[in-house]
Nanobody, 115 residues
């Protein structure tokens, strides 16, 4: 059974940094694509950043230049370095992975940025 587990969320002041991690287990295959999504209260879940197995990345405009996504393919481990955080980044952050045509999600980790 494929599982994704996020870690690294927390409370930080505006201008601070956090590093999120996502550990995948249960798959013998490298995920085709992995990404981070977030959902703020009262809003829809949105894509934050995505990375393919080949290393191609794309980011939401709101985080370009501040967030950096990376991965370790053999381990299907995903990271996201988040710098210059602001209160608008407050949300639950979810790890997503696609393998063999199926989507998998983590349980989410809370990121709260105080002003």
């Amino acid at each position: 059974q494929v599982q994704l587990v996020e870690s690294g969320g927390g409370l930080v002041q505006a201008g601070g940094s956090l590093r999120l991690s996502c550990a995948a287990s249960g798959s013998r295959f490298v995920f085709n694509a992995m990404g981070w999504y977030r959902q703020a209260p009262g809003k829809q879940r949105e894509l934050v950043a995505r990375i393919t197995s080949g290393g191609s990345t794309n980011y939401a405009d709101s985080v370009k230049g501040r967030f950096t996504i990376s991965r370790e393919n053999p381990k299907n481990t995903l990271y996201m370095q988040m710098d210059s955080l602001n209160p608008e980044d407050t949300a639950v952050y979810y790890c997503n992975g696609v393998v063999l045509g199926r989507d998998y999600w983590g349980q989410g980790t809370q990121v709260t940025v105080s002003s």
